[in-house]
């Protein structure tokens, strides 16, 4: 190899590793700027527009976690026979809206009271739960849960699990956003469930 093409293979070598350490370095960026959280709240359709509509959440998921079985189909998890809970799993840019924000849209959208399932939806495979991901998240979940308890809104006690995070199966293709899909059926059953006219009553006294 003459001085021309070792002084070319060195320039070479040199540019590789800057344009790595880079590639690393947005590959770092972007994983800082990605997280999940996944949340049970009864009825997949209905907990997906409240996360969906908020900056920062970059993808909302519907399906199954929490069970035995691995890639329930609906009508098994409907059925009560692979123990999974029908839930949502949030993609976020943590850099954006954090996982406080998220929790507080959660509480805001279910009825953490109820063990037996949520509004017209009855059976542990519509319990609410918190799965959370990682330490920091089990911690957060705990306290705002806590503080939800304190604040004396609910008489009874909270009931929503938190539990940690495990298989998540993505439901059918025709439950995700289903809201925009089927919007009357959507809103007559949303209405029908019951779950409006307890959130309003509930946090009707919120500035």
């Known amino acids: 190899m003459n001085r021309f093409r070792r002084l070319a293979f060195t320039a070479a070598l040199v540019l590789f590793g800057v344009s790595s350490a880079a590639a690393g370095e947005n590959k770092m960026g972007e994983e800082k700027r990605r997280a999940e959280a996944t949340f049970a709240g009864g009825c997949f359709w209905c907990m997906e527009p409240p996360f969906e509509k908020l900056n920062g959440v970059t993808e909302v998921v519907s399906g199954y976690t929490g069970g035995d079985v691995e890639n329930p189909t609906y009508e098994e998890v409907a059925a009560g026979r692979t123990a999974h809970a029908e839930a949502v799993r ?29 509004f017209v939806d009855r059976g542990r495979q519509y319990r ?14 705990e306290k705002s849960k806590e503080q939800l308890e304190k604040s004396g809104r609910f008489s009874e006690p909270i009931a929503t699990e938190i539990v940690p995070a495990g ?3 993505r439901a059918e293709e025709y439950h995700q956003d289903y809201y925009e899909k089927s919007p009357v059926r959507y809103k007559f059953y949303r209405w029908g469930s019951g779950r409006d006219q307890f959130l309003d009553e509930k946090w009707q006294t919120e500035d």
């Open 90 to 118: 949030i993609h976020y840019d943590p850099e954006k809206i954090s996982y406080e924000e998220l929790l507080e849209v959660f509480w805001r959208n279910i009825d953490p009271t109820d063990p037996g399932g949520q």
């Open 128 to 141: 609410s739960a918190i799965f959370y991901h990682n330490e920091e998240q089990k911690k957060m979940a």
């Open 167 to 169: 298989p998540f199966y």
